[in-house]
């Protein structure tokens, strides 16, 4: 649908790639099939350095992290350290604009918006799929936010994290998988008024009636 | 998973029912077929009936509105006029806690979950699957809500609805596809709590900064 991007082949599968780019590719190929047969929670970085026969530094050093190795391996243009990072920056009391805006400008980025949908749809057709989605969500989005909460004594981070994961979840199933209009075509200032005060409440607000 | 209940037997597909079922089940035979090739917002209950070979009052007179005749098609055992009145019995300041509590009483009943677990993970696999999805959740649920808000002069309506759709959607998915904890096991009451305020928000209050 989109071009690849500079940015993305650099993160994507260059079909045959070899040479400098060769111990990479074993990489990458022994962690599609690591997440694939043992789902995100059980796969090690150690058992894919293991497979594709290079030393785990090497994996650590070309990706960073099994959440970023899972997001390479997937071909997610997006890492989820770019993720945290945007959200490390602001106040906890403007945490739920900041999750609106970091989902849109993510959803807006070239090839980002496919690779979601593709990650969702296999995620609704697949148990094992479902659980990697599941693993990753939790452990590149959903803690790092417990963490900021946990930070400012903010009590039940985990569910505050999975109520936001719920409904940006939703709002990204809505727009661009089922096209519910006249959401699907609401600008980005639109959904900021409209989810920034939900994922506000759900951060930092009474959660009890 | 679950045995299938009278009620559900009643709006299924026993196989190779004939007799005074025969017009019934040609019908709903029809109806999957329409569905299918035409979405849910082009098939038309006139060309189910002509396909059936039946009188279109016939096709009403079963099952009530091209909406419930979807919902008999794809077996799912709550038909959208239930929800519909489930709706209009509250008044419309108490309209999110309904929404939330009619979500799960539906999620909650016999065969009903895995009949939408499976209608949404077609829509997520299929464009036709999903723009019927689409359409369904537009008439069934999203233009009762926006009639019963336009009655008390709330403007919006269509946004509102849909705002509402993508965090119920999104709540479903979360609990019952994605499996993301500690939400998943959260009660009743605990949902209630968290979700009843945003989607009166999103039905009554607020929706610009």
């Known amino acids: 649908m989109t071009a690849p991007t500079e940015r993305r082949?650099?993160?994507?599968?260059?079909?045959?790639?070899?040479?400098t780019g060769g111990a990479r590719d074993a990489i990458l190929a022994a962690a599609r099939r690591r997440f694939a047969?043992?789902?995100?929670?059980?796969?090690?970085?150690?058992?894919?350095a293991r497979d594709a026969g290079v030393d785990p530094a090497l994996v650590i050093h070309y990706f960073g992290s099994k959440a970023d190795l899972f997001a390479a391996a997937v071909d997610l243009p997006v890492s989820p350290s770019d993720v945290v990072e945007r959200l490390t920056a602001v106040p906890v009391d403007r945490?739920?604009?900041?999750?609106?805006?970091?989902?849109?400008?993510?959803?807006g980025e070239p090839g980002t918006l496919d690779a979601w949908v593709g990650l969702v749809r296999a995620a609704m057709a697949?148990?094992?799929?479902?659980?990697?989605?599941?693993d990753f969500v939790t452990n590149a989005i959903v803690e790092p936010l417990v963490a900021?909460?946990?930070?400012?004594?903010?009590?039940?981070?985990?569910?505050?994290g999975t109520l936001v994961a719920s409904q940006v979840v939703g709002l990204g199933v809505a727009r661009h998988i089922v096209g519910l209009e006249p959401l699907a075509s609401l600008g980005g200032d639109?959904?900021?008024a409209a989810?920034?005060?939900t994922?506000?409440?759900y951060l930092t607000g009474p959660l009890t009636a």
Chains 1, 2 share one sequence.
């Open 9 to 19: 082949r650099g993160r994507g599968r260059p079909p045959g790639a070899r040479g």
């Open 37 to 48: 047969e043992d789902g995100y929670g059980r796969a090690t970085v150690r058992a894919v």
């Open 95 to 107: 945490l739920g604009e900041a999750v609106v805006r970091a989902a849109l400008a993510l959803w």
């Open 126 to 134: 697949d148990e094992a799929a479902a659980a990697s989605l599941r």
């Open 148 to 160: 900021r909460l946990d930070g400012v004594g903010v009590a039940d981070g985990p569910l505050r």
């Open 190 to 192: 639109g959904l900021v």
């Open 195 to 197: 989810y920034a005060p």
């Open 199 to 201: 994922l506000q409440r």
